[in-house]
């Protein structure tokens, strides 16, 4: 990953943002620079797990790097080919279906369109209480799409969620450096 530009992506699975933060360090001692975006609801949503902005505050401390908030910010990332991976990680339900059915209508989605356009790969961190259910058939139709990549994944909480899945954050890295040279990490399914 050395000297590669790192778009890391965070949309609203709030529970996972703790673990998000160690793996962006880890790409960051890689050499790699990260340019952090944050979905607009991610980004002014207070939860149990945080603030937003504090969110928001940290990613720049830790990149040296704006966020990226806005549909305006996110779309010169394919005219200008800022990017040479896009990783959203967390990747929510309501974004897998977006991506599915090329809606662009926040700063992440238009952040994912304007990179695949330059046929680049884009990786997706799973984190959804619907992957086994409603979800499945995004997850598939993006399974199927050219330059994307699955962090890999799996069912979290099979007692209680039977349908929720989660990406394994330790993958992170790894499935970027295999997504570089357009291979997926196998297994996907863990």
């Known amino acids: 990953m050395k000297d590669k530009t790192v778009?890391?992506?965070?949309?609203?699975s709030f529970c996972t943002y703790d673990k998000i933060f160690g793996e962006i360090?880890?790409?960051?001692?890689?050499?790699?620079?990260?340019?952090?975006i944050?979905?607009?609801?991610?980004?002014?949503t207070d939860t149990r797990f945080g603030n937003g902005l504090d969110v928001a505050e940290k990613?720049?401390?830790?990149?040296?790097?704006?966020v990226i908030s806005t549909i305006k910010d996110a779309e010169p990332?394919?005219?200008?080919?800022?990017?040479?991976i896009l990783v959203i990680a967390p990747c929510t339900g309501n974004t897998i279906a977006k991506l599915s059915t090329a809606i662009a209508d926040g700063c992440?989605?238009?952040?994912?369109?304007?990179?695949?356009?330059?046929?680049?790969?884009?990786?997706?961190?799973?984190?959804?209480?619907?992957?086994?259910?409603?979800?499945?058939?995004?997850i598939g139709t993006l399974l199927a799409r050219k330059n994307i990549f699955f962090v890999p994944f799996g069912q979290d909480d099979p007692e209680n969620k039977c349908n929720s899945l989660i990406f394994k954050p330790?993958?992170?890295?790894p499935a970027i450096e295999q997504a570089l040279e357009f291979k997926q990490i196998q297994p996907i399914l863990v």
Request: aromatic content about 2%; proline content about 4%.
């Open 77 to 84: 990332i394919g005219p200008k080919g800022l990017l040479d």
């Open 108 to 138: 992440v989605t238009m952040a994912a369109k304007a990179h695949l356009r330059n046929n680049k790969p884009l990786l997706l961190g799973i984190s959804t209480n619907d992957g086994l259910g409603a979800n499945a058939k995004n």
């Open 170 to 173: 330790d993958m992170i890295v």
């Open 59 to 66: 990613l720049e401390e830790l990149t040296g790097n704006k």
């Open 7 to 12: 778009g890391f992506a965070l949309t609203g």
């Open 25 to 36: 360090e880890k790409i960051l001692q890689a050499g790699a620079n990260v340019v952090p």
């Open 38 to 44: 944050m979905s607009e609801v991610s980004l002014v």
